[in-house]
């Protein structure tokens, strides 16, 4: 068949495979631009959501920690964090602009172009289950014309250009078979193909580069100890962390990821949203029986809220999935063991919380005249 060769008609009509710029998604803002404002956008929308859950002590039932809980164990205030989040999202957006400063607009041509070279390496392809038999000795004509009583198109498929009645370099169209497969790769098989790519390189840089931070005892007193001065996690606080882990265990392991799946910027838009919606889950504090991330592969808030546990440090490295963690044995596997351990914290904390709280209140009472005795401790 020639390159030129027309669809048929259950497809879009031969296109022209020009390319031309890609209009931006909005006016004066280039999709590239976007791509690197837009994750701090989503933080802001979705830890800003969070932030009133907290606050009005809405679905309390589904914290992993008491109320307030926060303001008594972990080692920064949530000014402190905040500082350090719009730190995080300065260099983000900084680094972002600087590699796309003097970058050029997407190129793309029609739709109907990439489904017009998808088919047409799809038909090319046809003859290569004839040829398999014909390796093993099998007759692929025989076989396709002995199966074409059965079925015409396992018929088509086995017996490849032996089955159609012209010869295939001039067979002017696609069959509708051929143009729904090219529309599904086109469309769905290499765009997924891309987001698993790229998931997969950003979950291996990042349990290798947060595991290292773990091992390494300088990397973890210098660095990454930073972070875990929250150990009860509240969701805008997900990205706070020493300047050098942010740049190298974070913005790298996205600009690596975008690299390798060669992500386009709207690519990059869908990812990078994900990506961050994905974070602040992980480190909301909630446990929603509708979480997606948890149901997907059990690793939610609650895999993640364990690492910061001074118990569970060693543990649960991972971001997004749990393959490297269950591969490398570093899954926390004792349920019950992490429920006995958070039933003690949460009870010692309420206990200090006790005893830090009833003197105060016995004060105050004596100097308003009150009447009430309060045993201490």
């Known amino acids: 068949m020639t390159s030129n060769a027309t669809i048929h008609s259950t497809g879009p009509p031969a296109p022209s495979c020009t390319l031309v710029p890609q209009a931006s998604l909005i006016p004066r803002i280039s999709d590239s631009t976007l791509a690197v404002l837009l ?21 309390s039932n589904h914290r992993i ?21 719009v730190r995080y999202h300065v260099m983000q957006i900084s680094i972002g602009l600087f590699l796309d400063y003097g970058s050029s607009p997407t190129m793309v041509g029609d739709d109907n172009c990439r489904i017009l070279r998808a088919a047409n390496a799809i038909s090319q392809s046809r003859n290569l289950v004839p040829m398999a038999l014909t390796s093993m000795g099998i007759d692929a004509k025989g076989f396709g014309f002995a199966t074409q009583g059965i079925s015409a198109r396992l018929a088509q498929v086995v017996g490849g250009d ?10 002017p169209t ?23 790519v790229a998931l997969a390189v950003v979950d291996t840089w990042i349990y290798f580069t947060h595991r290292l931070c773990h091992v390494n005892k300088t990397l973890y007193r210098l ?22 882990e942010t740049l190298f265990l974070d913005i790298l ?18 990812f990078g949203s994900f990506a961050t919606i994905k974070t602040l889950s992980d480190h909301c504090g909630y446990v929603f029986p509708w979480d997606p991330f948890r149901l997907v592969n059990n690793n939610g808030a609650v895999f993640h809220d ?20 269950n591969i490398l044995g570093t899954t926390w596997a004792d349920k019950a063991g992490a429920d006995a351990r958070y039933k003690r914290v949460h009870d010692l904390t309420a206990k200090k919380s006790d ?21 201490k401790g």
Request: charged share 15%; hydrophobic share 40%.
């Open 39 to 59: 994750p701090t956008l989503v933080y802001a929308v979705a830890g800003g959501f969070f932030h009133l859950l907290d606050t009005y002590e809405l679905f």
């Open 65 to 85: 920690h008491p109320s307030g809980d926060e303001l008594k164990r972990n080692h920064i205030t949530k000014w402190q964090c905040l500082q350090g989040v």
């Open 162 to 171: 032996y089955m159609s009645s012209e010869n295939v370099q001039q067979r």
């Open 174 to 196: 696609f069959s509708a078979m051929e143009v729904s497969l090219a529309k599904f790769v086109v469309f769905i098989g290499i765009p997924a193909i891309q987001y698993l």
């Open 223 to 244: 660095v990454h100890a930073q972070h875990h001065r929250i150990y009860v996690s509240y969701a805008y606080g997900a990205v706070y962390a020493h300047w050098l």
């Open 253 to 270: 392991s996205f600009v690596l990821a975008g690299e390798v799946a060669r992500f386009s910027a709207r690519q990059s838009m869908v």
């Open 306 to 325: 364990l690492h910061h546990q001074s118990w569970g440090l060693k543990h649960n490295f991972s971001t997004y999935t749990v393959f490297w963690d």
């Open 355 to 375: 005893k830090t709280s009833t003197p105060d209140l016995s004060r105050r009472l004596n100097e308003a005249g009150g009447q009430v005795n309060i045993k």
